[in-house]
């Protein structure tokens, strides 16, 4: 719960105001051939650390589940290269990413698109559920908090009127009292008429209550990242290597100054509904920008080089580490975030680009979060 108050600034309901609309926004094309797999076709390209993806071609099982597609699993090289440099590339190294590694997963069904608020108003009408952000935060888990912020809340994007810098997102994020999946922006904000929109202000243990739900589960970060892949390998978004082929916009981030104005130059100054953008060649939607995603791992900078390893250097179906640490704020408990998000730009933060990894405090939501189930099987 410590991130929820500790740090953030606080809005009060009364001095929030909603904008107008959706403010908030190869290497080796060689045949490498193993028993039951192949690889998919890979551009010409200098690539190093990342060997062909080896797609599995057993059949999928039948039937598929309502509104999932069939992952077939396989054998691929997960990291990202430091993106700094190309164009779109964005700032940071994005150290956490690497190495470069290569890891094998099963086969699973992936929701085709977030959960949406659609599906996420089925579950608490079938449940009574209440999220995280609707629950008053405890006195005796923020001892020393003024009792006064014990407020039930999340965090929401609140771009400043002139430029600022952009040397700490509080500087455009508040904590605002009220703000829940109902009121993504707070008190007087509805998703009323947008059912198809990603549901956003769900915490990890929110997500994960949905997915049991569901009969499903949170993804792990190998499988998400296999699946945003699309059978590609080492490509700098799950559709190839332009951010925007013949001038296509495929995805759903910030355009613009940010973060003052989104210019909404790809149709949407916010989130935007779930698939209005291209699907990958496993038929996902919006596995870079528009919201992020939860996964199941632990995060840590240095999951990837202390994963467990066969002989031959593959890491097979990973959980992630036993538990979560980031040197930056290391008494948070972070999950592994993916995808970025509506408000990502080379200006701040790449993570549109696949491969990349983000990180979240458990017990926070927030207008940019929401996530997508897998199960196998
Ligand atoms: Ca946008």
Redesign the pocket.
Known sequence: MKRRLAGWPVRRAGGWTVGAGRLL?AVMAAALVVAGCRPRAQPAAARPAFLPTVVSVAPAPNPAPAGMVWIPGGEFSMGCADPRGRPFGGREAMDDARPIHRVRVPGFWMDETEVTNGQFAAFVAATGYTTIAERAPRAEDFPGADPANLVAGSVVFSPPSTPVPLDHFHRWWNYVPGADWRHPHGPGSTIEGRDDDPVVHVAHADAEAYAAWAGKRLPTEAEWEFAARGGLSGLVYPWGDEFRPRERWMT????GPFPVR?L?L?G??GI?PVRRFPANAFGLHDMSGNVWEWCSDWYRPDAYAAADRTEDGVVVDPQGPPSSHDPQEPNERKRVLRGGS?LCTEQYCSRYIVGTRGKGEISSGSSHLGFRCVKRP
């Open positions: 926004v759903n981030t910030w355009q989104d909404g790809d949407f100054a935007a509506f």
